[in-house]
């Protein structure tokens, strides 16, 4: 995988007082398959997550790769109390195992991001002192509004208003209402396991932003940071992220980090078409189990949707080991067949009225 060159930029400001300091270098066990799955406790885990955790699973242990569980909780008003300890509840019933995680800790932990914000800030450091960085004042309707803001696919692009205020040297946050953008600019490619060769313009993307206006790391900074520090080989997560990696990757490039191989998985299906939601009846693990469904029959129905070949029957994760192909994996959404979950085969749930 390749990435756009880094831009090089000078002057800036001043923002903050506080100087932070740089946390010990970790030192994960590197291995081109290591792995990881990064849910947010947002929720119950639901039956794409539980998906997109197996084939991450099954990527990193096909290859003897170990498997880091990451909490990322750092959109605090999103997250759920209690949510941390059922995921963790619902991987293990599932047969997911981690070799590190918030439970068991690890040599590159902490693993849940609100207990990382030294790593960011000693990030935002390395990206300042590039030229990577600028501080910028505008709200989303002023980023709307702008005439000259063009339109993506993800909707108005950054149209640069700020891009000039650079920050050479990173001193803590900025003061509230000002966020922190990064200076994306020229081309990434990149090649996915499911989705094929892409290319992305990561200037047409616009400067996207890396610190919140509200004091909060942003997602495209953490997880970089996060699979960078934790040596992560491999990403496997859901299609819903592929338009994120572009920016992902030039902010690897900035750091001078190692990037890693990407597979996204698409999005999991209802029985009519639609995108998989609470109106098409119990989707999370844990109604499931409350249901009496089979951990092994729900294996067996997330590896048949992924596209691997059946087992032959109700299955642990483990037994899907030597089956593990990513060239098999749906390139299309398609849907998980909780129908016959149940014991027995039964179905595990009625569908909501
Ligand atoms: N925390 C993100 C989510 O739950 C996933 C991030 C990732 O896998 O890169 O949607």
Redesign the pocket.
């Known amino acids: 995988m390749e990435a756009v060159a880094s831009p090089r930029g000078s002057g800036g400001g001043n923002l903050g007082a506080t100087v932070r300091p740089m946390p010990p270098a970790p030192s994960p066990p590197l291995h081109p398959a290591r792995g990881r799955f990064?849910?947010?406790p947002t929720g119950l885990l639901h039956i794409g997550?539980a998906r997109t955790a197996l084939a991450a699973w099954l990527a990193a242990r096909s290859r003897g790769g170990s498997f880091v569980l990451r909490i990322?909780d750092l959109d605090a008003p999103r997250c759920r109390p209690g949510a941390t300890g059922a995921i963790l509840r619902d991987l293990a019933w599932l047969g997911i195992d981690w070799d590190e995680g918030p439970d068991v800790g690890g040599p590159a932990g902490p693993y849940v991001q609100s207990l990382r914000m030294d790593v960011y800030h000693a990030a935002m450091g390395t990206l300042a002192r590039g030229g990577h960085l600028f501080a910028c004042s505008c709200s989303r309707k002023d980023v709307r509004g702008a005439a000259s803001a063009p339109h993506g696919p993800e909707g108005p692009v950054y149209p640069g208003t700020c891009r000039e205020r650079r920050i050479a040297e990173w001193r803590g946050a900025p003061p509230r209402g000002t966020s922190v953008r990064f200076r994306a600019e020229g081309q990434v490619h990149l090649v996915d396991w499911v989705q094929g060769r892409r290319t992305a313009d990561t200037a047409g993307m616009g400067d996207f932003v890396v610190w919140r206006a509200d004091g909060v790391p942003a997602y495209q900074l953490a997880?970089v940071v996060d699979d960078a520090a934790q040596g992560v080989g491999e990403?496997w997560?859901?299609a819903d992220?592929l338009d994120s990696t572009a920016r992902q990757v030039a902010i690897f490039r900035a750091l001078g980090a190692a990037i890693p191989r990407y597979g996204h998985v698409p999005l999991v299906l209802g029985p009519d078409g639609q995108r998989l939601a609470k109106r098409h009846g119990a989707i999370s693990l844990a109604e499931l189990r409350e249901a009496g469904a089979d951990p092994r029959r729900i294996v067996l129905a997330l590896a048949t949707s992924l596209g691997l070949p059946a087992p032959g029957g109700p299955c642990a994760p483990t037994d899907l080991l030597p089956l593990w192909d990513p060239s098999r994996i749906n390139t299309d959404p398609s849907e998980v067949a909780l129908g016959g979950t149940g014991p027995g085969g039964s179905p595990a749930a009625s569908p909501a009225p």
């Open positions: 990064a849910p947010s997550s990322e997880v990403v997560r859901g992220l």
